[in-house]
């Protein structure tokens, strides 16, 4: 047996040098030496089992040449072995990325197979070494050049895309989603989004291997973990002994973060506990529909205003999620809205969830997520005003050396600087920036 080894460094993310070698068989010619046709004998995307069948151009003439994939951890290892033709042996490519470049080394132990390779063998072992070193330069070139798959780019002016797996996927078509919630978040590219998936609750026969499907399928593209129906804290402590359990063995250098659903009874009587039981929770997310539903609410439409209710019926629930996700560094997030094309109400809704100190709202379709990002957003007026009470305060602390002080009619201290401070960074996330701002402006 023989080993080559070869490595390259490419200035492109794992992604893209991914996509080109395990991803677009079709075009391997262009930048794979010796190499006349790539054939894919199995179905679907690259996984343990794909089988491929190499047309080679070699001293003893063209080759068949097949291999199957014996590993395949994304955004790590792909590696395999020779199953039919002149080689028989392994082969393996290992990746690893430091600050936005990709490292490659393709290793291969190899041997003749049959009388015929032998023969050759001694040609075959002095040439190849440097047909494997071209290839990866010509590899480096490839991508470096900008050529090869280019992953859509999921268009959406959402902060999150959330994947589900849950209650808007019927249980004949579970196992399916799973394989297509993969593909989705392997092939297209979520360029600074939050990139979730919703698995099944942890009392459902689904829980377990949703997580393990996703997380070994495309763990290294995911942000968080969406778990509905948070019950009590063994629920997030399932899934957090899960995903380490995974995570280990997979060799994942990002955990994974979690997003829990409260929306029973019980969850809303445990949610103190449930928000601080696992350093992976990010935020805290109210689910109105199946809240209602354990409430035993008589209502149809999901997350609608009751005007019949003297008072915001929703107020207490969302009140309980805000401060519970405070209390412990998450952020809270409102639930959907169902009535799609309702925007008015939606902007109501919203508008409330906002004022309460929520960080977002769930959009349900396109059309409501520019609605959201107003609602969410500060307005022009108290961004500027926040600018400027955070300046005058520094003014006064450091300058003047004095606590609180006038601005206008106004005294600001430094519990007025934190308020301010917190609206400074809601507008700074949006995008925005400040305008002079007077105490004279016009009063609100
Ligand atoms: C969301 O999952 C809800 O139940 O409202
Ligand atoms: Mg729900």
Known sequence: MATVRETVEIEAPIERVWAVVHEDFPNAGKWSSNLEKVEVLTDGPTR???????????????????????????????????????????????????????????????????????????????????????????????????????PPKAQSPADEIFLDLEDSVAPGAKVAARGQVVDSLR??????????????????????????????????????????????????????????????????ERRIGLELQIESARGMENIHAIAGASRRAETLIFGPADFSASLKVPELTVGRLKPEYPGDYWHYFLARVVVAARANGLQPIDGPYAQIRDLDGLRTFAGRAAMLGFDGKWALNPAQVDVLNEVFAPKQEDFDKAVAIVEAYREATDVDQTGAVMLGEEMIDEASRKMAAVMVERGEAFGMTARPWSPASPAR
């Open 48 to 150: 343990r089992g794909t089988e491929l069948r190499y047309l080679l151009i070699t001293p003893g003439g063209k080759q068949e040449l097949e291999v199957e994939h014996t590993t395949v951890t994304p955004g790590k290892t792909v590696a395999g072995r020779f199953v039919k033709g002149p080689l028989k042996g392994d082969w393996k490519y290992s990746y690893s990325q430091r600050e936005g470049r990709t490292r490659l080394t393709y290793t291969m132990d190899y041997g003749p197979n049959g009388f015929a390779a032998r023969l050759f063998f001694g040609i075959i072992e002095r040439q190849l070494p440097s047909d494997v070193a071209k290839t990866m330069r010509s590899l480096k070139k490839y991508v470096e050049s900008g050529r090869g798959p280019r």
């Open 187 to 252: 092939s297209y590219e979520f360029a600074g989004k939050v990139r979730v998936v919703r698995v099944n609750a942890c009392d459902t026969r689904w829980c377990y291997e949703d997580i393990v499907t996703v997380v070994e399928g495309a763990g290294d593209r995911l942000d968080c973990l969406m778990i509905p129906k948070v019950e009590d804290v063994d629920h997030v402590h399932f899934v957090d002994n899960l995903l380490n359990q995974v995570e280990w063995k997979l060799g994942l």
